[in-house]
């Protein structure tokens, strides 16, 4: 065979290959990226629903309701013997939330848990504002709790009218305190997530260690902003209002329960 035959053979051969090699490569790397990109658009996607259902449940947290005349009325009373004062303007108009302890518990609960189960999708900033809300919503809701503790430890029912009506305007009394202040943790939530909207990443966020000190230190990222808050700055006077409360409810059962011996 003549020598530029088999050299002609030899370059199509390597001309051949190189191309194939070529094709191969480009395909796969820019077949993978094209899988990421649409993985990753996915998890945008999945982010940016969950950021508007959660921005949703938020803003539904600030309907209001109109308190009945008496409950508003009793409520301030029992503020004003206590020290507490309230501007009365619009005073009777609270969040829904506030209108009975247990719809209090059931949106915590719910909200809570929705949180809970998405936050591998939030950014930094969305992540720990959602925890600061969280952890303030679940102080509030601890109010209650501390209320109920008496009548639990004496074995009374917790739906006894006196117990529930006291409790009732317990709550009552809470958002008058606190309504302003939960509207504000609200809302730093809802704008932390515009701001995500409007710096959008594929960047996966920076791991986060929950131990004690994230949580309970005054200079951690949560404690920091949380302690400023009424909630925890005013802890006594509200702790006053909640421990009038469980008075006034084991008086009432007491009453009743001695009224029931006659």
Not at 46 to 58: A, C, D, P, T, W
Not at 91 to 114: A, C, N, R, V
Request: charged content about 25%; overall charge negative; glycine content about 4%.
């Amino acid at each position: 065979m003549p020598d530029y035959i088999g050299k002609g053979i030899m370059q199509l051969l390597v001309i051949t290959l190189c191309g194939v090699i070529v094709a191969w490569i480009t395909t796969y790397v820019f077949g993978r990226r094209s899988e990421i990109n649409a993985v990753k658009g996915a998890l945008l996607k999945r982010k940016l629903e969950i950021y508007e259902v959660l921005s949703g449940k938020l803003e539904a947290l600030k309907s209001l309701v109109l308190i009945p005349a008496d409950t508003h009325e009793a409520a301030m009373q029992e503020l004003k013997e206590l020290g507490i004062a309230i501007n009365p303007i619009n005073s009777d108009q609270l969040f829904g939330i506030f209108d009975s302890p247990k719809i209090l518990t059931e949106e915590f609960l719910s909200l809570d848990k929705y949180i809970a189960t998405k936050r591998m999708y939030f950014d930094n900033d969305v992540l720990i504002q959602t925890m600061r809300f969280q952890n303030y919503f679940a102080c509030l809701r601890r109010l209650l709790v501390v209320f109920e503790e008496p009548f639990v430890n004496q074995h009374l029912s917790l739906d006894r009218k006196e117990v529930a009506s006291v409790e009732r305007l317990l709550t009552v009394e809470l958002g008058m305190m606190l309504q302003n202040e939960l509207t504000d943790q609200i809302d730093k939530v809802v704008n932390t997530m515009k701001n995500s909207f409007k710096n959008l990443t594929f960047d996966h966020r920076d791991e986060i260690e929950y131990t004690y000190e994230f949580f309970n230190n005054p200079d951690g990222p949560i404690m920091s902003d949380l302690c400023h808050t009424k909630l925890f700055e005013k802890r006594e006077e509200i702790m006053s209002v909640v421990t009038n409360a469980a008075a006034l409810g084991m008086a009432a059962i007491m009453e009743s329960d001695n009224q029931q011996k006659k």
